[in-house]
T-cell receptor, first 112, second 116 residues
Framework: DAGITQSPRHKVTETGTPVTLRCHQTENHRYMYWYRQDPGHGLRLIHYSYGVKDTDKGEVSDGYSVSRSKTEDFLLTLESATSSQTSVYFC???????????FGSGTRLTVV | AQTVTQSQPEMSVQEAETVTLSCTYDTSESDYYLFWYKQPPSRQMILVIRQEAYKQQNATENRFSVNFQKAAKSFSLKISDSQLGDAAMYFCAYRSAVGAGNQFYFGTGTSLTVIP
């Protein structure tokens, strides 16, 4: 969607390798989120950020870390990818509680 | 944590007909927001409609409307005059109104097929 981009769009990686997904926004929103989408589970929160260098864990944070050194960039890192981390990853931004999310276009990650 | 339940994994509707997608949620809060998102095969998540819990009037957006029953904790989406482009996965989502950057809680989704 306009104002938020994710990269890469697709990635295949091997078990045990590190992987970093990038989310970039041009809306200057304070809040950014990483979700994973899996069949039968909907979207589940991995980590979120409420400002530069301010991040917190979501319900499925094990095996993931994040960093936010600038307002516009929120990085998700899989330190050592596992097959259970094969999923579609979405980044989202929010301008405040009364608004919905704006989502990126998602990254399909396959760990083989 | 709040839970959101979509009990219909799959639904189908004839083109031009009306279909209703169900969503229930569990919360102890009195002030919150509810959303329906559409995810077509392109994978993009698109906001369809939003409802503030303090508003008794049901939200509408063109062919999309909701039936919000706060006491029953129910939030169904009605799609009128269904079109082929409505075929998608639909997610119901809850967001607390307490605090600023609260996360969304999503249901597991309903896959809608539109039959020509």
């Amino acid at each position: 969607d306009a104002g938020i981009t994710q990269s890469p769009r697709h990635k295949v990686t091997e078990t045990g390798t590190p992987v970093t997904l990038r989310c970039h926004q041009t809306e200057n929103h304070r809040y950014m989120y990483w979700y994973r989408q899996d069949p039968g589970h909907g979207l589940r929160l991995i980590h979120y950020s409420y400002g530069v260098k301010d991040t917190d864990k979501g319900e499925v944070s094990d095996g993931y870390s994040v960093s936010r050194s600038k307002t516009e960039d929120f990085l998700l890192t899989l330190e050592s990818a596992t097959s259970s981390q094969t999923s579609v990853y979405f980044c989202a931004i929010s301008g405040g509680k009364v608004y919905g999310y704006t989502f990126g276009s998602g990254t399909r990650l396959t760990v083989v | 944590a709040q839970t959101v339940t979509q009990s219909q994994p799959e639904m189908s509707v004839q083109e031009a007909e009306t279909v209703t997608l169900s969503c229930t949620y569990d919360t102890s809060e009195s002030d919150y927001y509810l959303f329906w998102y559409k995810q077509p095969p392109s994978r993009q998540m698109i906001l369809v409609i939003r409802q503030e819990a303090y508003k008794q009037q049901n939200a509408t957006e063109n062919r999309f409307s909701v039936n919000f029953q706060k006491a029953a904790k129910s939030f169904s989406l009605k799609i009128s005059d269904s079109q082929l482009g409505d075929a998608a996965m639909y997610f119901c989502a809850y967001r607390s109104a307490v605090g600023a950057g609260n996360q969304f809680y999503f249901g597991t989704g309903t896959s809608l097929t539109v039959i020509p």
